[in-house]
C-alpha cells in the first residue's frame, strides 16, 4: 500500500504503476486524523505486505530534484510524537 495525503501528490506514481494490481495507493486526507482513519481501514482488510508513506517534500532542503529519495532520521507528528527510523538520515 503506497500512501499519499492528497490526490495530485499520487497522480505521477498512479501513472508510473498503471496495470500493477499488486500496489494499492490510498489517498490518506492531511492530517493526523485523516490518517489515522484511512490506515486503520487499510489495516482492517487483508495487511499489506509493506505500507510507504509517499507524496511532496516541497522545500525540505535546498539541493532536492524530481524522484529524489529522502529517508528520515526520525518522524514527528502534528502532536508532538517522535518515531526513530530504521536506517533514516
Do not use: K, Q
Not at 505521477?12 to 492531511?30: C, L, Q, S
Not at 507524496?55 to 532542503?61: E, K, P, V
Amino acid at each position: 500500500a503506497v500512501l499519499f495525503a492528497l490526490d495530485r501528490e499520487a497522480s505521477p506514481f498512479r501513472r508510473a504503476v498503471r496495470g500493477r494490481p499488486d500496489i494499492d495507493i490510498v489517498i490518506t486526507g492531511i492530517g493526523h486524523d485523516a490518517a489515522s482513519r484511512t490506515i486503520a481501514r487499510v489495516l482492517a482488510g487483508p495487511p499489506p505486505s509493506l505500507v510507504v508513506m509517499a507524496g511532496f517534500g516541497g522545500a525540505l532542503r535546498d539541493g532536492l530534484a524530481v524522484g529524489d529519495v529522502v529517508t528520515p532520521a526520525e518522524v514527528v507528528d502534528d502532536r508532538g510524537g517522535r518515531w526513530a527510523c530504521a536506517g533514516g538520515g
